[in-house]
């Protein structure tokens, strides 16, 4: 599939131009540095309501104005510029179907010295429609080699480019190892997370999380699953996980915005629960869903209608 097949219009540096068109130069610093800072939103399409809804669009958006600020890429756009921007690059393109948005910053061309003060900040938004990232129906995972950047290294509570060539080595790892996904442990040998998920493990009724701490990129699927999951009367504690918790766990899923709420059904060549979805994981994956879907009226504020 090329890249515009489905999408006729992206948004860059303030203005729509035709997906065609929308291109940078070789010299672009990010290209070399990885000097970009970038966020993944969803949008559904209900046909009932014959509207799109993006999913806590305000929420990922401040992420990426957090994000520059953490690794000093200087933003000319604020909070509603952004968001604006967004709504515009999705109704112009009359999306009617689940799409994927990917707005990013980027440090521009004009110097290749590793200072970004000397090149200018650009900003563009894609959108495009989406399926599923992950299996639904559940996936198998490794714990690879490959350990989680240390936050004493990076600034990984940034959702910043560079720091997705650890992901992207660790998920080649379990991919070739013949998984469907990665999980990378932190520097001190406890769970961190997925390639591009938060991971839960579920023990007699209680779900835990891997805490901050532990070099995770905080998800916003993540902050929404404790939060319903507490209203659905579950106990959910952040504390660190030790690898072997993992083999030993009732139920396990994965959380992201591309990977939305993911089922692990096998952990290094280990069954979990029963080998399927545990009915926890259900639960949650159920009301998830009719939330992002705009159908629970106490989370509309997390929703923001396209048309
Ligand atoms: N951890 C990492 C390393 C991630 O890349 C992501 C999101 C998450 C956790 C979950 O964050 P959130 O819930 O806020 O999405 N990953 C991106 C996504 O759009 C990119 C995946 C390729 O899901």
Redesign the pocket.
């Known amino acids: 599939m090329s890249a515009c097949s489905k999408a006729r219009y992206i948004w860059m540096d303030g203005e729509l131009i035709e997906c065609e068109r929308a291109y940078v130069h070789i010299l672009t610093h990010a290209l070399h540095y990885g000097t970009a800072v970038f ?3 969803r949008g559904y399409w209900s046909e009932d309501e014959r509207n799109l809804y993006i999913f806590r669009l305000r929420d ?1 958006m401040v ?1 990426m104005i957090n994000s520059a600020r953490i690794v000093g890429l200087r933003l000319s756009y604020g909070i509603e510029d952004l968001v604006n921007a967004v709504i515009r690059t999705v109704k112009v393109n009359e999306f009617q179907e689940n799409i ?1 948005i990917r707005p990013i910053a980027f440090a521009g061309e004009g110097s290749i010295s590793l200072d970004t003060s000397k090149v200018p900040t650009r900003v563009s938004i894609a959108a495009f429609p989406f399926g599923h ?1 992950l299996k639904p129906k559940g996936v198998r995972v490794k714990v690879v080699s490959w350990r989680r950047v240390p936050n004493y290294s990076m600034p990984v509570i940034a ?1 910043a480019s560079g720091i ?1 060539l650890n ?1 992207v080595i660790a998920l080649s790892e379990a991919l070739s190892s013949g998984y469907d996904e990665a999980i990378l442990l932190d520097w001190r040998g406890y769970v961190s ?6 991971i839960f493990v579920v023990k007699r009724g209680v779900i835990y999380t891997p805490p901050t701490y532990a070099s ?9 699953v404790i939060k319903i999951s507490r209203e659905l009367g579950y106990e959910v504690v952040e504390r660190d996980i030790a690898r072997e918790e993992l083999y030993t766990a009732d139920e396990i899923f994965m ?5 939305e709420i993911t089922p692990v059904v096998e952990v290094d060549g280990r069954v979990i629960g029963i080998g399927s979805p545990g009915p926890i994981t259900e639960k949650i994956m159920e009301y998830y869903k009719k939330i992002v879907y705009n159908r629970v009226p106490r989370y509309r504020e997390w929703i923001t209608p396209v048309y």
């Open positions: 966020e993944g939103i990922h992420r994927y990232y959702k997705y992901s997370e997925g390639s591009g998920e938060n995770i990129l905080e998800g916003i699927t993540r902050d929404s959380s992201g915005t591309a990977a």
